[in-house]
């Protein structure tokens, strides 16, 4: 079965190794069949969570009219959303950190997604460095009750382009076409 997969791109950069690496994972999605949106977040106005609750009084309508209006209908539609980013001081970078907070406008789980998947990269070679950034991602998953549809994570890849000929690339590839 087809699905509706939103790829939220984390980094501030466009068209770095994060990208690159969602746009093999898009790549292979949509050789399967399936539908993609990509967002990346690079210079769109996000604000974090104010936790007002206005959203709760207000039909899941947040104050802040920023860009976080354009990415809601996208959360209803999507069954999948994908986190491609680098991973900044052992977490989210604030890019898709700001998303992530403002799923709390969705307190009775309308959104669509059942499933999610994480591509990471990051500058240093140690695995460690990511730990943080997969445990909060399972949480994530754990707490919206969505499934691990698979995590990619690539250390050493701090320059623009630095990704280039990685097997990541491929493996990005072959996960995205290797959804059911």
């Known amino acids: 079965m087809a699905r509706n997969i939103l790829v939220l791109i984390g980094s501030p950069h466009r068209n770095g190794n994060s990208e690159m690496l969602a746009d093999a994972f898009i790549e292979g999605a949509q050789s399967a069949g399936h539908t993609v949106a990509k967002v990346p977040l690079a210079g769109k106005e996000v604000h974090g969570c104010l936790g007002c609750d206005y959203c709760r009084e207000h039909d899941h309508a947040c104050c802040q009219q920023d860009y976080m209006q354009a990415i809601y209908p996208q959360l209803l539609w999507a069954d999948t959303i994908v986190f491609a980013c680098p991973v900044y001081y052992f977490g989210f970078p604030s890019q898709i950190k700001a998303v992530i907070d403002r799923f ?9 997604i059942k499933s999610a998947v994480l591509l990471s990269v990051r500058a240093d070679e140690s695995k460690s460095s990511a730990i943080p950034t997969i445990a909060n991602y399972k949480a994530i998953l754990e707490y919206c009750g969505w499934n691990d549809d698979g995590m990619i994570a690539v250390g050493n890849v701090s320059k623009p382009g630095d990704i280039k000929g990685c097997p990541a690339l491929e493996a990005a590839k072959k996960l995205g076409a290797g959804l059911k």
């Open 104 to 112: 709390y406008a969705d307190d009775d789980k309308r959104f669509g």
